[in-house]
């Protein structure tokens, strides 16, 4: 499995930005796949993730009303649409994959990740 991250940039406080998961070698309906994101001096932390086999997904509380992640399966992509965005939420976002990833935050596979800066 390859996931390809993009989607990433600069934008100012109260913004938003999209960013994007290309998947290959496998289903985007066979398999969680989700975001993880690492700011400096900070431990990886858990961000979003959909399920493999329904549309239910799964948040961290800090992004909860403010980010969505969808899935388009015909692109075998996922999305992770960030709006209010605030400073805080500066960090390298990575895109990841595991078949228990819901339940464990724990990936199977990783992406590269994708700077986003959120200026105050």
């Known amino acids: 499995v390859q996931l390809q991250a993009s989607g990433g940039g600069l934008v100012q406080a109260g913004g938003s930005l999209r960013l994007s998961c290309a998947v290959s070698?496998?289903?985007?309906?066979?398999?969680?796949v989700g975001w993880f994101r690492q700011a400096p001096g900070k431990e990886r932390e858990f961000v979003a993730a959909?399920?493999?086999?329904?549309?239910?997904?799964d948040y961290a509380d800090s992004v909860k009303g403010r980010f969505t992640i969808s899935r388009d399966d015909a692109k075998n992509t996922v999305y992770l649409q960030m709006n209010s965005l605030k400073p805080e939420d500066t960090a390298v976002y990575y895109c990841?994959?595991?078949?228990?990833?819901?339940?464990?935050?724990?990936?199977?596979?990783w992406g590269q990740g994708t700077q986003v800066t959120v200026s105050s």
């Open positions: 070698g496998r289903s985007v309906n066979s398999i969680s």
């Open positions: 990841a994959a595991g078949s228990r990833l819901i339940a464990t935050r724990v990936p199977d596979y």
């Open positions: 959909t399920r493999r086999t329904s549309s239910n997904t």
